[in-house]
T-cell receptor, first 109, second 114 residues
Framework: RKEVEQDPGPFNVPEGATVAFNCTYS??????FFWYRQDCRKEPKLLMS???SGNEDGRFTAQLNRASQYISLLIRDSKLSDSATYLC??????????FGSGTRLQVQP | DAMVIQNPRYQVTQFGKPVTLSCSQT?????MYWYQQKSSQAPKLLFH???????NEADTPDNFQSRRPNTSFCFLDIRSPGLGDAAMYLC?????????????FGDGTRLSIL
């Protein structure tokens, strides 16, 4: 079983739609979580950290459910520029991060 | 304004011919990482340095080595590249001692093997 699992998608949504991705992690000792965004053939870039109480950054909302060991990312009012692969990331110690293989989002006009 | 710089962006080498990829940073971060990412897969951590302390992942092949001569530079050496080593290689840095900080990635080096 992968340490961090994501639905690969693609999620095809129209502009303006709300879309949500989930990600599950297997190591209950995971301490910190992040969402990264990766455009095609580019490097991952930090989108947001995920806090226990949930957090919001503009159109993006991240949630953490420790009991069920999943995190989520909600994107409201999708823009064409949101089209990318979204990587779920967990920190389990030793200063290293474990990446999921990503969920691809395609926002269509 | 590039903060994590990888050279070259594209590298072509021959099967079995040693190759070195380089990474430099202007962030003065104490942790530097090397990842391998193949198409549609997650970045896979190869190893990381915490200052001069080298941490190898258990499943990183012996064919992959790394050097960190100083805080700013880190190198990835592939001693005898095979066809399966063709991938994007990502360097990343982070700061922080007791809590994990987000990682900052370079643009990556895309390695092709002939």
């Amino acid at each position: 079983r992968k340490e961090v699992e994501q639905d690969p998608g693609p999620f095809n949504v129209p502009e303006g739609a709300t879309v949500a991705f989930n990600c599950t992690y297997s190591n209950s000792a995971s301490q910190s979580f992040f969402w990264y965004r990766q455009d095609c053939r580019k490097e991952p870039k930090l989108l947001m950290s995920v806090y226990s109480s949930g957090n919001e950054d503009g159109r993006f909302t991240a949630q953490l459910n420790r009991a069920s060991q999943y995190i989520s990312l909600l994107i409201r009012d999708s823009k064409l520029s949101d089209s990318a692969t979204y990587l779920c990331v967990a920190y389990t110690g030793r200063r290293a991060l474990t990446f999921g293989s990503g969920t691809r989002l395609q926002v269509q006009p | 304004d590039a903060m994590v710089i990888q050279n070259p962006r594209y590298q072509v080498t021959q099967f079995g011919k040693p190759v070195t990829l380089s990474c430099s940073q202007t962030l003065n971060h104490n942790v530097m990482y090397w990842y391998q990412q193949k198409s549609s897969q997650a970045p896979k951590l190869l190893f990381h340095y915490y200052d001069k302390d080298f941490n190898n992942e258990a499943d990183t092949p012996d064919n992959f080595q790394s050097r960190r001569p100083n805080t700013s530079f880190c190198f990835l050496d592939i001693r005898s590249p095979g066809l399966g080593d063709a991938a994007m290689y990502l360097c990343a840095t982070s700061s922080g001692t007791f809590t994990v900080q987000p990682q900052h990635f370079g643009d990556g080096t895309r390695l092709s093997i002939l």
